[in-house]
């Protein structure tokens, strides 16, 4: 028999899933057969076949109120996806409180409050629930320029195994922690196509992440192929980063060569 994902008659919140990798998330769940809510700070045009909520996701009072609407609207909520996410570049030796404040609460105690409220809500149905942390490669290795943001996810990884244990069996919490992937901002992020074909070059798998491939994982971790999954921080990175020595080392040897 082939396997397959099916998540028809699940309901799932996918915070800042209406752009980016959120929006990717939220097309993949979408045609597995979930209802999809997605939310943001600002309105936003969300995929065919989900609905967009307002919410900031900082606030505990504002997320209580979203999932409790959700639960109460659709009788359930079976998948939370943390995605909401990110930090703009700054040194951390001129960056100042206020920021570090800001990107830590977004990425780390954001996805906590979501967390909370949502496991309220799965503790109390016979399926549970399962909950996706939407992490970075940048929890695993040193983050120059985008210290705090590391950080937190670092912290977001240790959250998930911590609530995993403490959630269980009922619900489940796994995180991602993403690579490079391409959006339609990729190419200004990183100054132009032929910087990110520069950049590509150095992924094990010769591209960045497409937006649906995280937006699989995404779904495996959410279905009941990985029922036995939790507490997991699970990589998806296209191979990870060549090590800068190895590309000297072997410019160099190419050049006496």
């Not at 016979?126 to 670092?154: D, E, F, L, Q």
């Amino acid at each position: 028999m082939a396997l397959s994902i099916d998540l028809s008659g699940r309901v799932a919140l996918v915070t800042g899933g209406a752009r980016g990798i959120g929006r990717g998330i939220s097309e993949v769940l979408i045609a597995a057969g979930a209802t999809v809510i997605t939310c943001a700070r600002s309105e936003a045009d969300p995929p065919a076949g989900a609905t967009h909520r307002l919410c900031d996701v900082r606030d505990p009072e504002a997320v209580a109120a979203l999932v409790d609407a959700i639960a109460q609207e659709h009788g359930r909520l079976d998948v939370v996806v943390n995605n909401a996410g990110g930090a703009p570049y700054a040194e951390a030796a001129t960056a100042s409180p206020r920021f570090h404040d800001k990107v830590l609460a977004l990425n780390l105690a954001a996805p906590l409050n979501v967390a909370q409220a949502a496991n309220r809500v799965m503790q109390g149905q016979a399926g549970g629930g399962a909950i996706v942390n939407i992490s970075s490669v940048s929890a695993t290795r040193p983050s120059p320029g985008t210290a705090a943001y590391g950080a937190a996810k670092s912290g977001l990884d240790s959250l998930t195994g911590s609530l995993a244990i403490e959630w269980g069996p009922k619900v489940r919490v796994n995180a991602i922690d993403v690579g490079m992937v391409r959006t339609a901002d990729t190419a200004d992020h990183y100054g132009g196509d032929e910087t990110v074909a520069a950049i590509e070059r150095t992924i094990p798998a010769g591209r960045m992440a497409d937006i649906a491939e995280i937006g699989n994982v995404v779904a495996f971790l959410a279905s009941d192929l990985a029922s036995y999954v939790s507490g997991a921080a699970v990589a998806c990175h296209g191979g990870g980063e060549q090590p800068v020595f190895l590309h000297i080392a072997q410019n160099t040897h190419e050049e006496s060569t």
